[in-house]
């Protein structure tokens, strides 16, 4: 009878060597996914933190410091005729406004002559100014508090040395004109409705919405 090979005892063996191999790579194979979780979990917080916007809160008071916390508001409506252009000035956190415009004195008439010759003017606030359903255009522009300062003042003293209208020399566009230009904005032409010469004011100054004057 010939003896045969024992097999069994040979797999057994090969069978204990498998186990063993396996039990040794196992604890790599989990260790290299944690690794690799770990490294997917920071990544995704990176990119969440630097591509997630600043909050709301941040953005607005951002917005808030850059345009500042003082305005002039060129504003044109409409009236019986021709329309009328003026200025609101004041501070961003205020309600009350100050209003500043060229108009004849009077009624009708006053209006009527004007076309003719120079009659007395009114520089404040006229009738519509304040109603925001008149309201046909307006370009408002911010200033810092030193810059509102100057402005606020130059409106008073043009106010004040503003004693006649005229439709042709001395009218409401080439009032809020000679505002705009003290603050260094580009002017267009002053003889033309207010309504177009706001509209235009804005577009020859890119819409640019902070005002820096230039040194005294």
Known sequence: MTNKPDRSGSCILAGLALAAMIACLMPSVSAHEANKRA??????????STSRPAPQSTRRSVARVEKGPYYVDFRAR??????????????????????????????????V???????????????????????????????????????????????????????????????????AEFMGLQVPNRWQRPENFVNRLKEMNGGRQMVRLSAE
Not at 40 to 48: F, G, I, K, M, S
Not at 147 to 158: P, S
Request: glycine share 8%.
């Open 39 to 48: 490294a997917d979990a920071n990544a995704l917080v990176t990119t969440d």
């Open 78 to 111: 409409t009236a019986a005729s021709w329309g009328h252009a003026f200025v609101w000035y004041g501070k961003t956190s205020e309600k009350a406004v100050e209003v500043a415009g060229l108009t004849p004195a009077g009624d009708t008439l006053a209006y």
């Open 113 to 179: 002559l004007g076309h003719i010759t120079f009659v007395p003017s009114e520089t404040g606030a006229s009738y519509g100014d304040l109603d925001p359903e008149y309201l046909t255009a307006s370009y408002r522009v911010y200033l810092n508090e030193a810059d509102a300062k100057r402005v606020f003042a130059y409106i008073k003293k043009l106010q004040a040395n503003s004693p006649v209208w005229n439709a042709e020399t001395a009218n409401c566009t080439g009032f809020i004109g000679d505002i």
